[in-house]
T-cell receptor, first 117, second 111 residues
């Protein structure tokens, strides 16, 4: 069974600081990788995803993530955070079945990001 | 942009009572899911539903839980006899291919 680990429970940054949130997964097969964001009181929104191809993926709101297969990692980055990025961030994985998404998502514990103006 | 709608947003119930959480998935989606998040813990998979039957369920999804798609639009999660430990945020999700869309959740509080 797959599992996902996010290293940081709570990250506090000032505006304009750079962000990197760690995510490692455990699974023997091919996976799809996702980062979701949850703003206070709102639903989970997809930031970006990786299925195959270029391991550096760009998402919405200036976020990007790099898939490093040898490290089983999919870290989320943003060069300069804003106060509006304050939210909880979730890394997730599911099986890749022939280049498509398959089945349930397995989530990490989530990382709360607080950005001070 | 199409949305997954969940009702109610917050429900308080007494231990032992039955609750039904409701979801309206996106109309052309084929796969439906329930997840839950106990406060301070991971988002956990409960069950997936496809072609009018459960396709996968977790060990959490025991006999106290059931899901139903009673008509063409609603997707419900029923908990027959709630326990204190069922208190959590419950998320519905649906997808057609890769793109999961989540609802904003129902916060269930069992007292």
């Amino acid at each position: 069974a797959q599992s996902v680990s996010q290293h940081n429970h709570h990250v506090i940054l000032s505006e304009a600081a750079s962000l990197e949130l760690g995510c490692n997964y455990s699974y023997g097969g091919t996976v799809n990788l996702f980062w979701y964001v949850q703003y206070p009181g709102q639903h989970l929104q997809l930031l970006l995803k990786y299925f195959s191809g270029d391991p550096l993926v760009k998402g919405i709101k200036g976020f990007e993530a790099e898939f490093i297969k040898s490290k089983f990692s999919f870290n989320l980055r943003k060069p300069s955070v804003q106060w509006s990025d304050t939210a909880e961030y979730f890394c997730a994985v599911n099986k890749n079945a022939g280049g498509t998404s398959y089945g349930k998502l397995t989530f990490g514990q989530g990382t709360i990001l607080t950005v001070h103006p | 942009e199409p949305e997954v709608t969940q009702t109610p947003s917050h429900q308080v119930t007494q231990m032992g009572q039955e609750v039904i959480l409701r979801c309206v998935p996106i109309s052309n989606h084929l796969y439906f899911y329930w997840y839950r998040q106990i406060l301070g813990q991971k988002v956990e998979f409960l069950v997936s539903f496809y072609n009018n039957e459960i396709s996968e369920k977790s060990e959490i999804f025991d006999d106290q839980f059931s899901v139903e798609r009673p008509d063409g639009s609603n997707f419900t999660l029923k908990i027959r006899s709630t326990k204190l430990e069922d208190s959590a945020m419950y998320f519905c999700a649906s997808r057609v291919t890769w793109g999961y869309t989540f609802g904003s959740g129902t916060r269930l509080t069992v007292v």
